[in-house]
């Protein structure tokens, strides 16, 4: 590896640590002010999306469409393994108690689902088409509209909040994220031809990995902030940026290809993130993440990997 790519690496690490604290104040915050469904799901889980959103269009525009299908749900794969497991565990090491979900956090589960379903027809048919690209975005934009329209009610002249510091902080952080999204997507080829493994599958595990430092520090910074509630805000980030990926982004790339484009050779990559899907919403399913569930999932995540690398 040139010692032109550690330096990026090292100075990418460095930026995306600043953006967690940035977003992670913001977020804290607009939490007070819309609820954890808007302010986690929906606002910060879109800003958080922007690395693969990015990715996707760049690789969509090279015409690399399993990397740009692998990158959109890639992120499924680590956060909803590694990163809620990492999430819960220091979250009970720093209360002592168990993550407790809090509000409504069962609407990200049920859109969640409907994502799932949407993915299987797709896995099933071996095929991406335009008719399931229409209805991943309708599927995106109803959760939005629905998270808008039962946002809390709350006095916003009475909460102590800083609008405009936090719309800045949110700014700031979209901005860097945009401009580390690109050293992602020279990365792809670089690493993937290093390692002798196909770009579709270092899409999948390892794109997520840089791309989503940011939600997963995002995520831990909540967990310890000085609000024992701010846990469930972070699970519900992650999986807010997720329907948005598994959503908008796959329906993005079906409707620019514009006819079908063949999956066969992602099913397995495709099976995969769909069986951690159901089984993050299982682990969710109580409303609590034990420990042992904690545990259980960051050790999975390293499975899944040298499992589906055999298979591909």
Same mark, same amino acid.
């Given at each position: 590896?040139?010692?032109?790519?550690?330096?990026?690496?090292?100075?990418?690490?460095?930026?995306?640590?600043?953006?967690?604290?940035?977003?992670?104040?913001?977020?804290?915050?607009?939490?007070?002010?819309?609820?954890?469904?808007?302010?986690?799901?929906?606002?910060?889980?879109?800003?958080?999306?922007?690395?693969?959103?990015?990715? $996707?269009?760049?690789?969509?525009?090279?015409?690399?469409?399993?990397?740009?299908?692998? /990158?959109?749900?890639?992120?499924?794969?680590?956060?909803?393994?590694?990163?809620?497991?990492?999430?819960?565990?220091?979250?009970?090491?720093?209360? !002592? !108690?168990?993550? !407790?979900? %809090?509000?409504?956090?069962?609407?990200?589960?049920?859109?969640?689902?409907?994502?799932?379903?949407?993915?299987?027809?797709?896995?099933?048919?071996?095929?991406?088409?335009?008719?399931?690209?229409?209805?991943?975005?309708?599927?995106?934009?109803?959760?939005? /509209?629905?998270?808008?329209?039962?946002?809390?009610?709350?006095?916003?002249?009475?909460?102590?909040?800083?609008? %405009?510091?936090?719309?800045?902080?949110?700014?700031?952080?979209? $901005?860097?994220?945009?401009?580390?999204?690109?050293?992602?997507?020279?990365?792809?080829?670089?690493?993937?031809?290093?390692?002798?493994?196909?770009?579709?599958?270092?899409?999948?595990?390892?794109?997520?990995?840089?791309?989503?430092?940011?939600?997963?520090?995002?995520?831990?910074?909540?967990?310890?902030?000085?609000?024992?509630?701010?846990?469930?805000?972070?699970?519900?980030?992650?999986?807010?940026? %997720?329907?948005?990926?598994?959503?908008?982004?796959?329906?993005?790339?079906?409707?620019?290809?514009?006819?079908?484009?063949?999956?066969?050779?992602?099913?397995?990559?495709?099976?995969?993130?769909?069986?951690?899907?159901? $089984?993050?919403?299982? $682990?969710?399913?109580?409303?609590?993440? %034990? !420990?042992?569930?904690?545990?259980?999932?960051?050790?999975?995540?390293?499975?899944?990997?040298?499992?589906?690398?055999?298979?591909?």
């Amino acid at each position: 590896m040139h010692i032109q790519t550690v330096v990026s690496l090292i100075i990418i690490s460095a930026s995306l640590f600043l953006l967690a604290e940035l977003l992670s104040r913001a977020t804290e915050d607009l939490e007070v002010l819309f609820g954890q469904g808007l302010a986690g799901g929906v606002i910060t889980g879109i800003i958080t999306a922007l690395p693969e959103t990015i990715v $996707v269009i760049e690789s969509i525009l090279d015409n690399k469409m399993s990397v740009a299908i692998s /990158a959109s749900i890639g992120g499924n794969v680590i956060l909803f393994t590694f990163g809620i497991g990492i999430i819960s565990l220091v979250y009970s090491i720093k209360w !002592k !108690k168990d993550l !407790k979900m %809090k509000e409504d956090y069962n609407v990200e589960q049920r859109f969640l689902l409907f994502s799932t379903f949407l993915l299987s027809i797709a896995i099933l048919i071996g095929y991406l088409n335009i008719i399931l690209s229409v209805l991943f975005i309708l599927l995106y934009v109803y959760y939005v /509209a629905y998270r808008i329209k039962h946002k809390p009610r709350r006095d916003l002249e009475k909460e102590e909040v800083n609008i %405009k510091k936090d719309v800045l902080m949110i700014v700031i952080s979209s $901005v860097l994220i945009v401009f580390l999204a690109r050293p992602l997507v020279d990365s792809i080829v670089q690493f993937s031809t290093e390692l002798g493994i196909t770009p579709a599958w270092f899409a999948l595990f390892f794109i997520p990995i840089l791309s989503d430092a940011e939600e997963l520090v995002t995520g831990i910074r909540l967990a310890l902030s000085k609000n024992s509630e701010m846990g469930s805000t972070a699970l519900v980030s992650l999986i807010g940026s %997720k329907i948005q990926n598994g959503t908008m982004l796959l329906g993005i790339i079906g409707l620019l290809a514009w006819t079908p484009i063949k999956i066969t050779s992602l099913t397995i990559e495709l099976l995969t993130v769909a069986i951690i899907n159901v $089984v993050s919403m299982i $682990v969710l399913l109580d409303g609590n993440v %034990k !420990k042992w569930e904690s545990l259980t999932l960051l050790l999975s995540y390293f499975v899944v990997i040298v499992l589906t690398r055999v298979a591909v």
